[in-house]
Nanobody, 126 residues
Framework: QVQLVEFGGGLVQAGGSLRLSCTAS?????????MGWFRQAPGKEREFVAC????????FYLESVKGRFTISRDNAKNIVYLQMNSLKPEDTAIYYC??????????????????WGRGTQVTVSS
């Protein structure tokens, strides 16, 4: 079973930046999977934010974060990043990392992602 851990969340003012990271515990190799980031704001459904394919060559984004967020991966370090710039209060949510089989990305469907981290809180103040 893949066990994912996110870190890097926090409190930031609007217009600021944060970089989230996701890695795997144990001997799990993130390099074997497509990876995605989702988020869930209070009272809302969990929504797709971005995904990156196994090689790192292809990325896809939620329309509202295009140009502000960048997903990337370093397979040698077994880590996936979500660089978030120009943050807005509406970006406030718990952010989750998820893994899926190769070929899943660009899917934004939650059920296509098999394993999930516990999330990290991002709060953007106005």
């Amino acid at each position: 079973q893949v066990q994912l851990v996110e870190f890097g969340g926090g409190l930031v003012q609007a217009g600021g930046s944060l970089r989230l990271s996701c890695t795997a515990s144990g001997r799990t190799l993130i390099s074997l999977y497509d990876m995605g980031w989702f988020r869930q704001a209070p009272g809302k459904e969990r929504e797709f934010v971005a995904c990156i394919n196994q090689s790192g060559r292809d990325t896809f984004y939620l329309e509202s974060v295009k140009g502000r967020f960048t997903i990337s991966r370093d397979n040698a370090k077994n880590i996936v990043y979500l660089q978030m710039n120009s943050l807005k209060p509406e970006d406030t949510a718990i952010y989750y990392c998820a893994s899926s089989g190769i070929g899943t990305c660009p899917s934004s469907t939650r059920s296509n992602y098999n394993f999930w981290g516990r999330g990290t809180q991002v709060t953007v103040s106005s």
